[in-house]
């Protein structure tokens, strides 16, 4: 015959609690917020699709969030997301300026200026923000990804392996 499949000591051990942890649901949640996150991270960046040219300077240390001034590969002229016209674009900067608390440092203003933009445009923007009195004015670039030999001239750098996929040049 067959014994009991529990043990029968007083009903103890009758229902025991489970002692795994489902991870399923866990699991789902969290990849339902990496989609969300992964969709709503490029929105949360500035609005005017510029490309910016590469550089392998340091980033700054910015105590808080700067203004920013794009222009557009058509030229045209952004304050954070709106279009603004070149002589109204102080303007608005003074009444943004004015809009601070006193004791705070001025803001900074960072001009991103795309790629395919003629250089004169963007140093046009740059000194109508520094003429309107505007001290703290920089340019961005996209940051480039430097490799452990980015230091190293360009002759001493051995030839880098071509990607997968690609013929060498």
Same mark, same amino acid.
Do not use: K, N, W
């Given at each position: 015959m067959a014994g009991p499949l529990m043990k029968r000591g007083g009903g103890r051990g009758r229902y025991r609690p489970m002692s795994e942890i489902n991870v399923t649901p866990f699991v789902d949640v969290m990849l339902v917020l990496l989609i969300i996150f992964m969709v709503a991270a490029p929105m949360m960046t500035s609005g005017v699709p510029v490309d910016l040219p590469r550089t392998s300077a340091q980033p700054l240390n910015q105590e808080q969030e700067p203004l920013t001034i794009s222009v557009d590969p058509q030229g045209r002229i952004f304050l954070q997301e709106t279009e603004? %016209? !070149? #002589?109204? !674009?102080? /303007? $608005? !900067? %003074?009444?943004?300026?004015? /809009?601070? $608390?006193?004791? %705070?440092?001025?803001? @900074?203003?960072?001009? @991103?200026? #795309?790629?395919?933009?003629?250089?004169? @445009?963007?140093?046009?923007?740059?000194? /109508?923000?520094?003429? &309107? &009195?505007f001290t703290r004015v920089a340019l961005l670039a996209e940051q480039a990804n430097p490799g452990p030999r980015a230091a190293a001239p360009a002759a001493a750098r051995p030839a880098a392996p071509a990607p997968r996929g690609t013929a060498p040049r």
């Open positions: 603004v %016209q !070149l #002589d109204g !674009l102080v /303007t $608005q !900067l %003074q009444a943004i300026g004015q /809009t601070q $608390q006193a004791g %705070q440092p001025e803001r @900074r203003i960072f001009v @991103r200026g #795309d790629r395919a933009i003629s250089y004169g @445009r963007v140093m046009e923007v740059m000194g /109508t923000i520094s003429a &309107g &009195g």
